[in-house]
């Protein structure tokens, strides 16, 4: 192998890590740190993305009907969720985190009854592969990559660019006077969670051909999308791309250097910083935001 | 809602789970009353945790291992009961469970499918007083009293097969990967003896922690390293996630991969394009071409359907169940001080072929197969293998 080819695997890889802690970071920074409802279950909704193709798979659809799917499974759970989870349980936000910790626990016991808990296979993957030979790097994770981007301007143009932003900026801002002026914040936050949502499972379908697919599948990646946004800040997208950069060098440089298990410790020892000398991260905007 | 309702609710949906074993033991107990005359075996399989994928699979076969012996006249000449304990928690919560099943409900015997971890509590449990078949492939090393195993050894999975590969695809350059724990370590301690002898050379060795999925620096140093074959000793989650990186990065079509912990529902969820090259050493896959074997298969998806995929590990418990009414075809007894006594001349024909006891581990033929389309294809038989073991 050339000097330069293995270079250019490296480079690509550090992308391709910082993509994937955007892609399973996102939804919960739009739903935590938009909307501060400490979701739990959002790990579940990548493994409901995930079970969206297998399930279409199995009853003989073309894969991208597991996009629809997804899409519709997510935003009817978001409409669940803010109707009879976020709108009673608003001001307790401990009671919030275990009612979400329940509805986690529910996915996966749902998931399980339906599927059963054996791994899952993904057979069009297998018939529609693609490698780019020259440099023997996996399509899929290049699809990541150009996913995320899309995913991330997106959300750039959703926050700054549309009237519905601009209105949940100003409720992220003083959701007193937001109300005042005649903002439907109760509207405005359904959007906000439904894209949550979306986007988690979003994630689901593009990490399915790369990982395992079981009903624990989504539960791993919360605890270090909690530590992206500890150390990115809550409310920005670029703290979540900070975040994410930051903890994909650790893992990175410590997986080529000493061990995966150090890398871990390291992201660990990082939060704590973070947590005890900098509490709202590295980009933070306006804390405390209440509906 | 109150507080207090939430976190009750919550943990209710929590214990959920750990109650369905207990109250489904209360079902068999109650059925029990009217059937005095049968002999209970505890049968310790994961029904929790990350091994309860293989959960289903045991339950099933040996539900078919119990069916199988009561039509040939049972155990010691009285029909014999199944009675299911899950031994996919902490070994301390599995004790708890065991000795009920041992003391409350009587078993009179146990066969074990699950980690090593939970086989040295149980055999501290037992003390020798309980014939005890453990029926998963392990490290080696056991050899307590009453207590035998059925399951393959390192040196059975990897003496014959490390100079065929040497021999038929000139592997000379190895590299070992694993996860971080007793079984790949021990495991790899036998595997560098046998490179070595057979002028091989290990050229890296990876350990990796359960809860890793990125492999990427792995399969960079696996590419540096020029290996010929990569000796997997990764479980599960973690290897679909390496075979598919391994595959993805273009490796598979130049270096040969081989397993000794690849069952049918890992290979399943790997998928066929990224298991091109890739082997796995095993006393028996779903997919043997045996007589007995196709007709196991056959009956095995007849009476479950397709929705658990028959694999080895499951299969292990019907073999465990065979071997323990082989071991009491002479003493027609299951008293634990004839049982202890016991050390050679028994032999039974089970689905996996020949097998016999020999320092309380088992003498069997070993097969390595090859995923040929997601499927596996025995490339290779090795006849009586012996465990390696001396007890």
Redesign the interface.
């Known amino acids: ?1 050339q000097f330069d080819t ?1 270079i250019f ?2 480079i690509l ?1 550090f992308i391709y ?1 910082i993509c994937v802690f955007i892609l399973t970071s996102i939804g919960l920074a739009i739903v935590f740190g938009m909307l501060g409802v400490m979701n739990m279950a959002q790990g579940e909704l990548i493994t409901i993305g995930a079970y969206s193709l297998v399930y279409v798979e199995n009853i003989g659809l073309p894969w991208w009907t597991g996009i629809i799917l997804t899409i519709f499974i997510c935003s009817i759970l978001a409409f669940v969720v803010d109707r009879y989870l976020i709108t ?2 608003i001001d ?1 936000p ?2 919030m985190f ?2 979400t ?2 509805l986690a ?2 996915i996966r ?1 749902t998931i399980e009854i339906f599927f ?8 069009f ?2 018939q529609n ?1 693609i ?1 780019f ?1 020259i440099l ?3 399509a ?2 290049i699809y990541i990559i150009i996913s995320v981007l899309l995913i991330c301007i997106f959300c750039y143009l959703f926050l700054k660019k549309s009237i519905y932003g601009l209105k949940l900026r100003a409720i992220y801002g003083n959701i007193n006077l937001s109300k005042n002026i005649g903002i439907n914040v109760r509207l405005i936050r359904f959007y906000t969670l439904s894209i949550g949502f979306i986007c988690s499972g979003f994630a689901g379908i593009l990490l399915a ?6 009903p624990n599948m989504g539960t ?1 990646s919360l605890m270090m999308s909690f530590f992206v946004l500890v150390i990115g800040g809550l409310g920005s997208l670029h703290g979540l791309i900070a975040g994410s950069t930051i903890i994909a060098f650790i ?1 990175f440089v410590s ?2 250097y000493f ?3 150090m890398g ?1 410790v390291l992201v660990l020892i990082v939060s704590v910083y973070f947590l005890w000398k900098k509490p709202n991260g590295l980009f933070s905007e306006q804390q405390n935001v209440k509906f | 809602m109150d507080r207090r309702l939430v976190l009750k609710k919550i943990n209710s949906s929590l214990f959920l789970k750990a109650a369905i074993p207990l109250s489904f033991n209360a079902q068999i107990l109650n059925a029990d009353a009217k059937t005095e005359n049968k002999i209970k075996i505890g049968i310790l399989i994961p029904q929790s945790g990350p091994a309860a994928i293989f959960g289903e699979s045991c339950r099933n076969c040996s539900l078919m291992a119990s069916d199988h012996i009561n039509n040939i006249g049972g155990i010691a000449g009285r029909p014999i009961e199944l009675m299911f304990a899950d031994a996919g928690r902490d070994p301390a919560e599995v004790n708890h469970e065991v000795w009920s099943l041992w003391k409350k409900d009587k078993c009179s015997a146990f066969v074990g499918m699950h980690d090593s971890a939970v086989r040295s509590a149980v055999v501290n449990l037992f003390k020798g007083k309980v014939p005890y078949i453990y029926t998963a492939p392990y490290e080696g090393g056991e050899c307590s009293a009453n207590t035998f195993v059925t399951g393959e050894t390192p040196q059975q999975q990897l003496e014959p097969v490390i100079p065929w590969f040497v021999r038929n695809k000139n592997t000379k350059r190895w590299y070992l990967i694993g996860n971080d724990y007793n079984w790949p370590r021990k495991t790899n301690e036998y595997a560098i003896n046998y490179i070595t002898s057979n002028g091989g050379s290990v050229v890296g060795e990876d350990y990796l922690p359960f809860s890793v999925n990125n492999f990427d620096s792995n399969i960079i140093k696996i590419k540096r390293s020029n290996a010929d074959i990569v000796l997997i000793t990764l479980v599960g989650g973690a290897s679909i996630a390496f075979n598919r990186a391994f595959s993805g990065a273009g490796l598979s079509n130049t270096v040969l991969r081989v397993s000794t912990l690849l069952e049918e529902n890992t290979l399943s969820g790997i998928g066929k394009a990224d298991s091109y090259n890739l082997f796995s050493s095993s006393a028996y896959f779903s997919s043997l071409q045996t007589q007995a074997a196709r007709k196991f298969n056959r009956d095995y998806y007849h009476k479950f359907g397709k929705n658990t995929i028959l694999n080895s590990l499951g299969q292990s418990c019907y073999e465990g169940l065979l071997f323990l009414h082989a071991l009491t075809q002479n003493t027609k007894t299951l008293d634990s001080t004839v049982i202890k006594n016991i050390s050679s001349d028994i032999t039974y024909q089970g689905v996996r072929g020949h097998i016999s006891l020999e320092h309380r581990h088992t003498r069997k033929d070993i097969y390595l197969a090859q995923s040929i389309n997601g499927r596996f294809e025995v490339v290779s038989t090795f006849n009586n293998v012996g465990s390696g073991a001396i007890c």
């Open positions: 192998m293995i695997t490296y890889n890590y009673p349980l307790r401990f009671d275990l009612a910790w329940g626990i529910l016991e059963g808990n054996a791994y899952q296979k993904l057979a993957i297998d592969k490698e030979t023997h790097y996996p899929q994770r051909p790369l990982n395992k697919i079981d791993e893992e997986s080529i061990s995966q298990n871990y």
